[in-house]
């Protein structure tokens, strides 16, 4: 099973597109984006997602990626 990677469309808008679209290329990922992840506090400070629920924020797209990748390398 592919990890899922999810995105609210207000953190996309303000933060976190171009995560999303690095992300969105690779095929051993499900990525998929919502009106609301309920994470709003975070979700209008940073770019954030979640991994199969787990909530991953950081202080750049890039290091959202590369966040990403480490938290799906160590648990998956």
Known sequence: ??????????????????????????????VVEYQCLCHCTRCSELPMALVNGEQISAHSHEQLVEKVYNF?????
């Open 72 to 76: 799906i390398e160590e648990n998956f």
């Open 1 to 30: 099973m592919k990890p899922i990677v999810e995105f609210c469309v207000n953190n996309l808008a303000t933060f976190s597109q171009t995560a999303f679209e690095k992300l969105d290329k690779d095929r051993n990922l499900d």
